[in-house]
């Protein structure tokens, strides 16, 4: 199994920046890609962004639009979120997950954190 603990959530104003952290452990070797997703109070989780422990691959969900950067540390095993210019609807609670492939829905992955919440006021 890979364990996944995300951290980096918190409170912060319209038009500021976070920076989510998601630690891997256990078999990190059969994990091939990370993905970030979110879910807002009564909607579907969605897609954030996706990153090949290689590097060879990055992918972003459409509304994304340049405000957040996915990278990881293959050293320390973390992946990280960098989110700017936020916005209120960006309110929900994010998830790390692990896949086995280039992944982009939610049924892809196999393990996930327990997530971490980001609100944003307006």
């Known amino acids: 199994q890979v364990q996944l603990v995300e951290s980096g959530g918190g409170l912060v104003q319209a038009g500021g920046s976070l920076r989510l952290s998601c630690a891997a452990s256990g078999r990190t070797l059969s994990s091939y890609a990370m993905g970030w997703f979110r879910q807002a109070p009564g909607k579907k989780r969605e897609f954030v962004a996706g990153?090949?422990?290689?590097?060879?691959?990055?992918y972003y969900g459409d509304f994304v639009k340049g405000r957040f950067t996915i990278s990881r540390d293959n050293a320390k095993l973390t992946v990280y979120l960098q989110m700017d210019l936020l916005k209120p609807e960006d309110t929900a609670t994010y998830y790390c997950a692990s896949s086995r492939t280039k992944a982009l829905n939610v049924s892809q992955y196999d393990y996930w954190g327990q997530g971490t919440q980001v609100t944003v006021s307006s």
């Open positions: 990153i090949a422990w290689s590097g060879g691959w990055t």
